[in-house]
C-alpha cells in the first residue's frame, strides 16, 4: 500500500502572501497491476508463503485479499482464454509441486485408482475434490471444472 508522507517545513512560508508550499514524499506500492507472466508468478508464491502462515495479522489478511484479488483479475483477463483440461492441470501442479499421486490421493482421500482415472481424464472431478484442490493449489474452482470432450 502506498504511504503519502506529508512534510511541513515553516521556512517555506511565503512571508508576502501567506501561503505555503508542502512537500510530498511518496513511497513505492508494494503491488501493482499484474502486467507479466513473472509477476503473476511472483505474487502466487508471495500469496503462497502468507497463506501458510500459522497466524496472521490483519495486515496480512489485507495483503492476501490485495494479491488474491490482483491474481484473480490477471487469471480472468489473461488466462481464461484457452482452458486447459482439469486432468492436464492437476498433472501440471502436482510436478510444480513435487506431488506424487498417493499424495493426491491423500490429500483428497481417495483410492490411488481413482487418482490414476482422474489423472488420465477417465473420472470426472468430484465436487469435494474440486474444492479441495482449489483449496490446496490456491486456484478458483472453475480452473478444475473444464473437462475436454471426447466423442
Given at each position: 500500500?502506498?504511504?503519502?508522507?506529508i512534510?511541513?517545513?515553516?521556512?517555506?512560508?511565503?512571508?508576502?502572501?501567506?501561503?505555503?508550499?508542502?512537500?510530498?514524499?511518496?513511497?513505492?506500492?508494494?503491488?501493482?497491476?499484474?502486467?507479466?507472466?513473472?509477476?503473476?508468478?511472483?505474487?502466487?508464491?508471495?500469496?503462497?508463503?502468507?497463506?501458510e502462515?500459522?497466524k496472521?495479522?490483519?495486515?496480512?489478511?489485507?495483503?492476501?485479499?490485495?494479491?488474491?484479488?490482483?491474481?484473480?483479475?490477471?487469471?480472468?483477463?489473461?488466462?481464461?482464454?484457452?482452458?486447459?483440461?482439469?486432468?492436464?492441470?492437476?498433472?501440471?501442479?502436482?510436478?510444480?509441486?513435487?506431488?506424487?499421486?498417493?499424495?493426491?490421493?491423500?490429500?483428497?482421500?481417495?483410492?490411488?485408482?481413482?487418482?490414476?482415472?482422474?489423472?488420465?481424464?477417465?473420472?470426472?472431478?468430484?465436487?469435494?475434490?474440486?474444492?479441495?484442490?482449489?483449496?490446496?493449489?490456491?486456484?478458483?474452482?472453475?480452473?478444475?471444472?473444464?473437462?475436454?470432450?471426447?466423442?
Amino acid at each position: 500500500m502506498s504511504k503519502l508522507t506529508i512534510i511541513f517545513d515553516p521556512g517555506l512560508l511565503n512571508k508576502n502572501n501567506n501561503n505555503f508550499r508542502l512537500h510530498f514524499e511518496s513511497k513505492k506500492m508494494k503491488y501493482t497491476i499484474i502486467k507479466s507472466k513473472k509477476q503473476y508468478f511472483e505474487y502466487c508464491s508471495r500469496l503462497e508463503l502468507l497463506g501458510e502462515l500459522k497466524k496472521k495479522t490483519k495486515d496480512t489478511v489485507d495483503e492476501i485479499e490485495l494479491l488474491q484479488l490482483l491474481i484473480d483479475k490477471y487469471e480472468s483477463e489473461k488466462l481464461t482464454s484457452n482452458p486447459i483440461p482439469a486432468h492436464e492441470l492437476l498433472k501440471a501442479l502436482m510436478v510444480e509441486h513435487n506431488m506424487k499421486g498417493i499424495d493426491l490421493a491423500q490429500l483428497l482421500q481417495v483410492s490411488p485408482g481413482l487418482v490414476s482415472d482422474m489423472l488420465n481424464g477417465k473420472k470426472a472431478f468430484s465436487k469435494n475434490s474440486i474444492r479441495i484442490l482449489s483449496q490446496h493449489f490456491r486456484l478458483k474452482q472453475e480452473a478444475f471444472n473444464y473437462v475436454l470432450e471426447t466423442s
